[in-house]
């Protein structure tokens, strides 16, 4: 069974940093671009960024661009997403895809509030 686990998640005061990670064991991470999406609540998911297979070539979607990076360790099968200054408006559930979505992780939680 295909399988991503994400953590990292949890509450952080308006302004502050969170570093999320998703790891596998269960496929050569290597081989696959790979991204991150939210879902906050009451919406539907959102895309939120992207990396290729070797981690050059990255893209974001708007509302997080120059606020989130996200970076690859392919030797360690870990994708990351650091996200900083964060806002309430990002307060979702972020889960890690492989490739175009035929493989989803279950989540970690991302609670913005004073």
């Known amino acids: 069974e295909l399988q991503l686990v994400e953590s990292g998640g949890g509450m952080v005061q308006p302004g502050g940093s969170l570093r999320l990670s998703c790891t596998t064991s269960r496929f050569t991470f290597s081989s696959y671009g790979m991204a991150w999406v939210r879902q906050g609540p009451g919406k539907g998911p959102e895309w939120v960024s992207n990396i290729d297979t070797g981690g050059g070539t990255t893209d974001y979607a708007d509302p997080v661009a120059g606020r989130f990076t996200i970076s690859r360790d392919n030797t360690r099968n870990t994708l990351y997403l650091q996200m900083n200054s964060l806002g309430p408006e990002n307060t979702a559930l972020y889960s890690c895809?492989?490739?175009?979505?035929?493989?989803w992780g279950r989540g970690t939680q991302v609670t913005v509030s004073s």
């Open positions: 895809v492989r490739g175009e979505g035929d493989c």
